[in-house]
């Protein structure tokens, strides 16, 4: 298969970049998408270009960290997967293909197609955690959990922390972002203690970080490769109305 | 000087050396514990449980990953889930029996010590973790659940869904994210460690290289903790995720560190097979699906490009259950990989390269209901299906061994301290659990325990003894380094030849997986030996790295990977020449079995294999140091899963 490759090429956070160019040639249908651009960068760099800086690691779309716009749709086609889930398979042979990094005003860009998403590990900072100090947890099966709500719970863990639902919104809302990991932590007896401030300290520094807010286009829950379902905003916005209530009655 | 090694293990009867190691173990009050500065690299679930716990007892920690977050660290695609002895299912299992099945599966080459320790501080993980809100997959009654898995014949492995390796990193990343934000814990992400500094003889810094601006520096601890992971991606074609790799171990190794057992690393048996040229990386199948697949090749060759569905059973050959009727599909992960190779190279092998076995879940369908594999697999199922196109409930999987998980790694004393003093090696970046081969559900253990209840109990007794000896970074030690890393930047981009990277890490890969993979024999070793160093030259004479040292370069961050795979896959090879016998994943040819299985040679190579690195700067044969195994609660036995 053959494509021509529309790709963002922008050296560094200051300058202005620009779509460039390129051919992918003699592509199989096997290869994913990730695995062209590497043959792309290796005739770059046998020609003396610059390669074109993307990312990648666990390759199975788990790990979250590739995050690419394909013909405007973040992780491309094919959902619910990661972009490096995604096959030329999936492409017709000889079309133009557009490549641009997730773009959401908190996640600056780095280089070419990479950006930096610290903002999403600064949410989790602000509270996306339970207080569980090593060595003092009780025997695991001494607070049986109902099955339905470890379920729900997995569901909503399952975010692989991509960023792809802020760089979908039109608002650039972190909401499902947060709400998966909101969600995780209250339907679970273990969450419970720390159910109020969480919310709410996460919903601050998800708004200190300049992400916009929901307003149910679920472009989100689209996007997303992990399966997020859009009812978590739901949960997270009874989760921060509950803290709101709570504080404003003093408890 | 190295003298001889010793484990440090602790005197007394087995069960009670890990009590009385703790016992008798040094602290560090309280008050003291803010002075120390302790480097943990690597933020997985060893290292970002180590440096979650170790910022949880009042120690200030720096934190290093190469990835974008914490949370991306290669430890988060384990699918199948985590062993404990916590005989929840009331099937008889027990912390001997984990820790028995541990050791034998490691073909009886790891210490019975740790082994025990691990099997012993098991339970205290999945507290830790359910407390900790790990979604662990739970029965009706809201207890949590339990599965068989590795070929154990207990259910002792718990799991959440096929994602238990993201869950228990998630788990260990949020607390992390908790000390980071109570600024006990500084992260340094996409910060890769180039060299360990050294002053006096003690581990008391690192030199790193800020991948987003190039920028050179130094870090200087009281402790480093390296959490470095495994060198499967010496191979090229492996499991891992793309930027795993040998840098922080090798880097320690020509700085001192004793390479303990490096020959030793896991193919695993079902794995998605390669394609073509293209593939940058192989995708693991979760070995839980062994426990309902039935994995069978033809009898003929001639049957294999027939459709599986058209070839009745009389015509298939399920070769694990007809080699291991007790354990059948579950035999382990070396064997049953060595057993796929075998009826491959007999020419029985299917899909388009002819290296794949079916997996085949048609029996189950039927037996359990398509609903019922969709819960236990489904995921699996999916990811099968958009790498391959293919629908595995209605045709069979087609698998194949890749390069897992390497149970080699630097090697540690019980303190998992390694011969440099203040260098910790912790998951699997250290050499001491696992033996010759690792079961299914082990690694997610080891690290975990690691890193919240080993380390933090024994990093102490070093500790103890250094208040205020922590050296700033303006010591001539960190200069010199910090000179020399620069040095090899500055000559990797001035290379400026006409070969990409890929084309030196394919080729290494391919020769390392054809000498020194599944079986291995002495003439090939020795001829991956005369060709990897011409293999290094040419590296060095033709390697294109293109773009500059201080901006955001990827070519370089790979450049510097591969050179020290192209080192370091000699020592591999000088290892697995060596060791002349077969253990657990290391299959020697010469020495097997009249059936086929792998031969030990318990009189010989009951021994840890440690590698110190010789001449100055050069890569030479480097000094072999044995450290015994001595085995007092196990009977070596021949392995049998027949």
């Given at each position: ?7 963002w090429?922008?050296?560094d956070?200051k ?31 046998e ?14 779309g788990i ?87 470890a ?46 401030s ?5 919903v ?12 149910n ?17 739901a ?9 709101i ?7 | ?162 994602q ?8 260990a ?81 020509k ?22 040229q293209?593939q940058?990386?192989?995708?693991l ?7 309902d ?7 003929r ?47 029985r092998g ?9 997996l ?9 209901g398509?609903?019922?594999i ?18 595995a ?20 004393d ?12 912790i ?19 080891q ?12 990093l ?10 922590r ?34 890490h ?6 390392l ?34 773009g500059?040292g ?92 027949k």
């Open positions: 298969m053959n494509f021509k490759l529309k790709i090429r922008q050296a956070p300058s202005k970049g620009k779509f460039a160019t390129y051919e992918a040639r003699n592509i199989s249908p096997d290869t994913s998408f990730l695995e062209m651009l590497d043959m792309v960068n290796d005739e770059l760099t020609r003396g270009e610059a390669p074109i800086a993307f990312d990648s690691d666990c390759r199975e790990c979250g960290t590739c995050a690419l716009t394909i013909n405007g749709q973040a992780h491309g086609p094919k959902h619910p997967a990661a972009v490096c889930q995604l096959y030329m398979r999936s492409f017709d042979d000889g079309k133009t293909i557009t490549v641009e990094p997730f773009r959401a005003k908190p996640f600056p860009l780095v280089r070419d197609l990479v950006i930096d998403r610290s903002a999403l590990d600064r949410i989790v900072q602000a509270g996306g955690f339970i207080a569980a100090r090593a060595g003092s947890a009780p025997e695991a099966n001494s607070i049986p959990v109902p099955k339905h709500n379920d729900l719970a997995m569901e909503a863990a399952a975010c692989i922390g991509c960023g792809a639902c802020a760089a979908a919104c039109p608002n650039a809302s972190a909401m499902l972002f947060t709400a998966a990991k909101v969600s995780h932590l209250a339907f679970l007896p273990q969450g419970a203690p720390e159910r109020t969480r919310v709410t300290k996460m601050r520094q998800m708004d200190a970080e300049g992400f916009g807010n929901c307003t286009t679920y472009e989100c829950e689209a996007v997303c490769p992990a399966e997020i379902s859009a009812s978590f905003i949960k997270l916005n009874r989760e921060y109305a509950r803290a209530l709570q504080r404003s009655v003093g408890e | 000087m190295i003298g001889k090694l010793d484990g440090k293990i602790p005197p007394g009867p087995l069960e009670q050396k890990w009590r009385n190691h703790k016992n008798n173990s040094r602290l560090v009050s309280p008050n003291n514990r803010r002075k120390f500065e302790i480097i943990v690299v690597g933020s997985g679930l060893a290292g970002g449980s180590a440096a979650a716990t170790l910022g949880e007892l009042g120690y200030r920690v720096k934190c290093f990953c190469y990835q974008d977050s914490p949370r991306r660290a290669h430890s988060v695609a384990a699918q199948g889930g985590i062993n404990a002895a916590k005989n929840y299912q009331n099937d008889g299992d027990s912390v001997f029996r984990l820790f028995y099945d541990t050791i034998k599966g490691g073909d009886f080459r790891s210490r019975e010590a740790n082994v025990y320790r691990l099997a012993e501080v098991s339970n205290l993980i999945i507290d830790q973790c359910t407390e900790q809100g790990v979604p662990f997959a739970r029965e009706y009654g809201g207890l949590l659940a339990n599965r068989s898995f590795g070929g154990a014949q207990v259910s002792r492995t718990f799991y959440a869904r096929g238990t390796g993201q869950q228990l990193l998630l788990g990343y949020q607390a992390l994210c908790r000390q980071i934000a109570l600024g006990t814990v500084k992260m340094f992400p996409q910060t890769e460690m180039l060299d360990l500094v050294l002053v006096d003889g003690h581990a008391k810094g690192i030199i790193t290289r800020n991948l987003c601006t190039g920028e050179i520096n130094a870090f200087a601890g009281d402790a480093v903790v390296l959490a470095t992971g495994g060198y499967g991606n010496v191979f090229f074609l492996s499991t891992n995720a793309r930027g795993c790799n040998v840098t922080a171990t090798y880097r320690a190794y700085r001192g560190a004793l390479f303990g057992n490096p020959c030793f690393t896991q193919i695993h048996p079902t794995c998605i097979p390669v394609t073509g293209h940058s990386k192989l995708t199948m979760s070995e839980s699906l062994r426990n697949g039935r994995v069978w090749v033809p009898k060759a001639e049957d294999c490009s027939k459709p599986p569905n058209d070839i009745p059973d009389a015509d298939r050959d399920y070769y694990l259950e007809r080699k291991y009727p007790s354990f059948g599909n579950l035999a382990p992960r070396d064997i049953a990989s060595r057993a796929a190779k075998e009826v491959c190279d007999e020419g299917v899909g388009p390269s002819g290296r794949g076995v079916y085949d879940f048609a029996d189950a369908i039927s037996r359990l398509e609903d019922t969709r819960e236990r697999y489904g995921n699996l199922f999916d990811i099968y299906q958009k790498i391959s196109a293919e629908d409930y209605k045709t069979p999987m087609r698998i194949y061994p890749a390069v897992h998980y390497t149970m080699g790694g630097l090697w540690v019980y303190n998992l301290m390694s011969n440099i003093p203040g260098l910790h090696v998951g699997e970046a250290n050499f001491s659990d696992h033996g010759a081969n690792r079961l299914g559900a082990s690694a997610l253990m690290g975990l325990a690691d890193g919240y209840f080993v380390l933090p109990y024994t102490p007794n070093y500790l103890a003894g250094q208040i205020g000896k050296p700033s970074t303006d010591h001539a030690e960190f200069k010199r380094v910090e000179s020399e890393v620069r040095e090899r930047v500055r000559k990797l981009l001035e290379v400026n030849g006409d070969r990409t990277l890929t084309l030196f394919r080729e290494l890969g391919l020769l997986w054809d000498k020194c993979g599944m079986t291995r024999n002495a003439a090939g070793l020795r001829e991956a030996l005369g060709k990897i160093p011409e293999l290094r030259d040419e590296f060095w004479k033709k390697v294109r790295v293109p500059e201080e901006s955001y370069n990827q070519s370089l961050e790979r450049a510097g990977r591969i050179a020290d795979f192209l080192e370091f896959a000699e020592l591999l090879c000088i290892d697995a020449l060596e060791r002349d016998e077969s253990c657990g994943g290391h299959f020697r040819e010469e020495h097997q079995t009249p059936d086929g299985e792998a031969q030990r040679d318990d009189e010989n190579f009951a021994a840890v294999f440690a590698w110190e690195f010789q001449g100055n700067g050069k890569v030479e044969r480097p000094k072999l140091h044995r450290e015994p195994l001595h085995f007092e609660a196990v009977h070596l036995s021949q392995r049998s899963y």
